[in-house]
């Protein structure tokens, strides 16, 4: 772990394919960054989320991510944290925290998620 960087982790949906994917992707890209992440396969977790503060019908809908300090965000505030630490995606983290952008992406990202969910009869 670098020693400027605290672990982080990241509440996903193994369930999802898709989600899996992210996250193999996701650890292509962040190299030796992405040591510093913890993932945390949600599925069949729905009392351990309530115990740290995640609805768990949340934590299938946004994705969750708890930082160094132990502070709980989701949606695009988790994916803005994450991609932020791997130098190479930090541009697209700002570019996703732009008032402009962040309204349509966020609206376009809870669509694709309701479908996700209602294709495989998970909401």
């Known amino acids: ?11 996903y949906d193994g369930a999802c394919p ?12 962040a190299g030796k960054e992405g040591e510093d ?5 949600i599925t069949g977790q729905d009392d351990h989320l309530r115990e740290i ?6 934590a299938l809908s946004e994705l969750h991510v708890r930082d160094e300090n132990q502070r709980i965000v989701s ?9 932020s630490r791997v130098p190479l995606l930090k541009p697209l983290a700002w570019l996703i925290g732009l008032p402009v952008i ?12 309701k479908r996700r969910l209602e294709r495989t009869g998970r909401l």
């Open 53 to 58: 503060g995640i609805d768990p019908h949340k």
């Open 75 to 83: 949606e695009l505030d988790a994916y803005i944290l994450l991609m």
């Open 37 to 41: 992440v913890c993932w945390f396969d």
């Open 1 to 11: 772990m670098s020693e400027d960087k605290k672990k982080i982790t990241v509440y």
């Open 102 to 113: 962040r309204p349509m992406l966020s609206s376009l990202y809870h669509r694709m998620v």
């Open 18 to 29: 898709s989600c899996v994917k992210d996250r193999q992707n996701y650890e292509k890209l």
